[in-house]
């Protein structure tokens, strides 16, 4: 006995994309996987167009995988904070090894990655576009509609050494302390080399708008001294740092101690680190403080202070790491076993949370980034 077709599958295709655009992004993303029949509904140009222009992006934190345990890692981990839960999106769609996710941009996420020697195809694919297959490559991919785009070559330096940036609209930066590179899919389809002028290794650099931001730091080696510094970046054949400096901002680097940046909301920067309290020279932290620049109006004013009772964990454990975007900032430090998370929009109205359940231990410190996740992303 043959078995029937379900009725939902003679329903006009209008009427099921009406349907389903009614659901949250994470509820089609599960239907998707029910059968091949709504893949192919859930992943229509016609129906993703809809849902792009009706329904808002994940808003997700993704981790970083720790350098000395990516090689096994095919997945990346990112935690809801709407849900409060941590979901797990494989990677294994890619054809190459040791996949390192390093940033993210209007629901791509970029990473690095070896041709994988096992895959046949793959290797005639990188090798067509990387032209080599013993050196690492930048890739963008949408891990929701598992498609990716392998980006021009890099040098194997570049890896190691170099800080990726993506902007809105997936313009890349490769930066290092000697040099930069700057990729614009729209203007050019090769990498633009320049030279850097900055006076010491940038920290936390940003990327916003035609401009990227970084700290460096100026001092002696007795004493650090961190300075704000910016250039505008595009189609122009060089890239000058320049310090930013306003008489009126005073002492706003020296209260802080380990300054670094974070993209804020709209053309806003987050600076970040422990508030000194005094200006002597190993003078103890009394919280965490978050700091806004305003580059409209280039005035800054505090964002966020965390709670003196939660700044205790990380007090006893010395260095943390900082990673996020908007308003929506995590801290990692060593031996807490899980993060801690200030989100300014959260509705529940507590802006300072621990996040628990860690992937691993949840014992380092960790790095990551914010994944916008939206099934119209194309690489």
């Known amino acids: 006995m043959e078995q029937e077709e379900p009725l939902i599958y003679n329903l006009p295709q209008d009427t099921l994309h009406q349907i389903f655009s009614s659901l949250p992004l994470r509820q089609i993303i599960i239907c998707r996987s029910l059968s091949k029949f709504f893949n192919n509904l859930l992943t229509s140009p016609t129906f993703l167009h809809h849902i792009s222009t009706t329904l808002p992006p994940l808003n997700l934190l993704a981790l970083r995988h720790h350098h000395y345990n990516h090689h096994n890692n095919h997945h990346i981990h990112l935690f809801d904070p709407n849900l409060n839960n941590w979901l797990h999106f494989p ?118 708008e035609d401009s990227a931001f970084a700290l460096c730091d100026v001092g002696s080696p007795w004493r650090s001294q961190w300075k704000l510094f910016s250039c505008r970046v595009g189609s122009t054949m060089s890239m000058i740092w320049s310090r930013l400096e306003r008489q009126e901002w005073g002492d706003v680097f020296d209260i802080l101690k380990r300054p670094r940046l974070v993209r804020g909301v709209g053309n806003r920067i987050l600076m970040i680190g422990g508030l000194k309290s ?29 709670p003196v009772e939660m700044f205790r964990c990380f007090q006893d454990a010395g260095k943390f790491k900082v990673f996020g975007a908007g308003d929506r900032v995590c801290f990692s430090a060593k031996r807490i076993g899980k993060l801690a998370l200030w989100d300014r929009g959260a509705e529940m109205g507590d802006e300072w949370r621990w996040i628990d359940n860690v992937p691993g231990n949840g014992d380092g410190l960790y790095r990551g980034f914010v994944f916008e996740g939206r099934l119209d992303a194309l690489p």
């Open 91 to 208: 990677l294994n769609f890619l054809p190459f090894s040791s996949p390192l996710p390093v940033a993210s941009s209007h629901g791509l996420i970029y990473l690095w990655a070896q041709p994988n020697n096992n895959n046949t195809q793959a290797q005639a694919q990188a090798q067509t576009q990387t032209q080599t297959l013993n050196t690492k490559s930048l890739l963008a991919c949408n891990p929701l509609t598992r498609k990716f785009r392998i980006l021009p070559h890099l040098g194997s330096a570049w890896c190691r050494h170099g800080s990726v940036l993506v902007d809105s609209v997936n313009r890349v930066m490769v930066l290092t302390e000697l040099a930069a590179l700057y990729y614009d899919d729209n203007n050019n389809k090769s990498w633009q080399k320049f030279s850097s002028n900055l006076p010491s290794k940038p920290r936390s650099p940003v990327l916003i």
């Open 278 to 306: 005094s200006f002597s020279l190993n003078s103890p932290c009394s919280t965490i403080l978050i700091l806004r620049l305003d580059l409209g109006t280039m005035e800054w004013d505090e964002a966020g202070r965390m």
